[in-house]
C-alpha cells in the first residue's frame, strides 16, 4: 500500500498500554509519524493543542473511564480527522460520535490502515 510522500502524523490516544503499542507498532510499520501515545483526556489535548501539522488521530472514546469527547471535539476544532477503535458501538457511544470514523476492538491492522488512507487526504503528500 503506497503512502503519501510526505511523512503523515497520527496521534495515538489510547490508554491500554498493549493496545497502544500495537497501534503505534502498525502504523510505524506503514510509514506514519506517531505523536504520543498518551491515554489521559488532559494530556491529549495538550498535544493536540501543541503539536504542528497532526494529519489525523486514533482515538479510544473511553480514557480510563472518562469520556473522551472533549479530545474529539478538540480534534473536531482543529480540523484533524479522527477514528475511534472501541469496543463499543455506536449506538453506545452516542451522538458526540456519530460522524467518526468507528473500529471495533479488537483492531483488524488491514481496517486500521484503509481508515486513515481515508481521513488523510492524499494531495497533502503532493509537493
Same mark, same amino acid.
Given at each position: 500500500?503506497?503512502?503519501?510522500?510526505? &511523512?503523515? /502524523? @497520527?496521534?495515538? !490516544?489510547?490508554?491500554?498500554?498493549? &493496545?497502544?503499542?500495537?497501534?503505534?507498532?502498525?502504523? =510505524?510499520?506503514?510509514?506514519?509519524?506517531? *505523536?504520543?501515545? !498518551? $491515554?489521559?483526556?488532559? %494530556?491529549? &489535548?495538550?498535544?493536540? /493543542?501543541?503539536? +504542528?501539522?497532526?494529519?489525523?488521530? @486514533?482515538?479510544?472514546?473511553?480514557?480510563?473511564?472518562?469520556? %473522551? =469527547? +472533549? @479530545? %474529539?471535539?478538540?480534534?473536531?476544532?482543529?480540523?484533524?480527522?479522527? *477514528?475511534? *477503535? /472501541? $469496543?463499543? =458501538?455506536?449506538? +453506545?457511544? $452516542?451522538?458526540?460520535?456519530?460522524?467518526?470514523?468507528?473500529?471495533?476492538?479488537?483492531?483488524?491492522?488491514?481496517?486500521?490502515?484503509?481508515?486513515?488512507?481515508?481521513? &488523510?487526504?492524499?494531495?497533502? $503528500?503532493? *509537493?
Amino acid at each position: 500500500m503506497k503512502r503519501p510522500t510526505s &511523512i503523515p /502524523s @497520527v496521534l495515538i !490516544v489510547e490508554d491500554e498500554y498493549p &493496545i497502544a503499542l500495537a497501534i503505534k507498532s502498525t502504523l =510505524s510499520d506503514a510509514g506514519y509519524r506517531i *505523536v504520543g501515545p !498518551v $491515554g489521559t483526556i488532559p %494530556a491529549a &489535548i495538550a498535544l493536540i /493543542s501543541t503539536t +504542528e501539522n497532526l494529519n489525523a488521530a @486514533v482515538l479510544d472514546p473511553n480514557l480510563r473511564g472518562e469520556i %473522551a =469527547s +472533549e @479530545v %474529539a471535539q478538540s480534534l473536531t476544532d482543529r480540523d484533524i480527522p479522527f *477514528v475511534l *477503535v /472501541s $469496543g463499543y =458501538s455506536r449506538h +453506545e457511544l $452516542g451522538s458526540w460520535a456519530s460522524n467518526a470514523e468507528l473500529i471495533e476492538k479488537p483492531i483488524l491492522d488491514d481496517r486500521l490502515l484503509d481508515c486513515l488512507d481515508r481521513l &488523510i487526504p492524499r494531495r497533502q $503528500g503532493a *509537493v
